[in-house]
T-cell receptor, first 111, second 112 residues
Framework: GESVGLHLPTLSVQEGDNSIINCAYS??????FIWYKQESGKGPQFIID?????DKRQGQRVTVLLNKTVKHLSLQIAATQPGDSAVYFC??????????FGAGTRLTVKP | KAGVTQTPRYLIKTRGQQVTLSCSPI?????VSWYQQTPGQGLQFLFE???????NKGNFPGRFSGRQFSNSRSEMNVSTLELGDSALYLC???????????FGPGTRLTVT
């Protein structure tokens, strides 16, 4: 069936470096995508979203890129900080307006 | 504006019992979704409610049910608990279906 998946389960970066977290989706009809951050013991936290009529959206230190041709979504975090250490999930909104999540990538920031 | 709240935060039950979890959405949000999160399966969609009606349902057995009240608050119920139901149950609300989801802290259910 249709699913959202992530390329890498773990990512380790040095503090101050840029991080790139990737996500592949398979439902070409999905029109809305969101990145979430989940810290230990907490629920997922909304980071940034993007609609399918855009290919890039920037927030504070974060950028989401959408490549509909290859059905790929990425989250870029600039100047990664220790507080960015968490699990990151991508989610897609399918044609039935149901939000489905990828498996998650654990980002570890080394001081 | 207060965030999504869930009660209780932690719960321990034994096999065969039933449990009810509660969720209060962000004020003004009309859609409430429930997810089960486990280390092995990740975030799995349970169901979504909008205007007191179930809009979507994930691939879970009938032991899992839910409802939404007129004030948008929602409850989910799991009957005849199994060990495999041990998980973090997350509630999320949004203004309308298909909009950004805002999650609560979750209820950690342990079935022994």
């Amino acid at each position: 069936g249709e699913s959202v998946g992530l390329h890498l389960p773990t990512l380790s970066v040095q503090e101050g470096d840029n991080s790139i977290i990737n996500c592949a989706y398979s439902n070409s009809a999905s029109d809305y995508f969101i990145w979430y951050k989940q810290e230990s013991g907490k629920g997922p936290q909304f980071i940034i979203d993007i609609r399918s009529n855009m290919d890039k959206r920037q927030g504070q230190r974060v950028t989401v890129l959408l490549n509909k041709t290859v059905k790929h979504l990425s989250l870029q975090i600039a100047a990664t900080q220790p507080g960015d250490s968490a699990v990151y999930f991508c989610a897609e909104n399918g044609p039935n307006n149901d939000m489905r999540f990828g498996a998650g990538t654990r980002l570890t920031v080394k001081p | 504006k207060a965030g999504v709240t869930q009660t209780p935060r932690y719960l321990i039950k034994t096999r065969g019992q039933q449990v009810t979890l509660s969720c209060s959405p962000i004020s003004g949000h009309r859609s409430v979704s429930w997810y089960q999160q486990t280390p092995g399966q990740g975030l799995q969609f349970l169901f979504e409610y909008f205007s007191e009606t179930q809009r979507n349902k994930g691939n879970f057995p009938g032991r899992f049910s839910g409802r939404q009240f007129s004030n948008s608050r929602s409850e989910m119920n799991v009957s005849t608990l199994e060990l495999g139901d041990s998980a973090l149950y997350l509630c999320a609300s949004s203004l309308d279906p298909g909009r950004g989801l805002y999650f609560g802290p979750g209820t950690r259910l342990t079935v022994t």
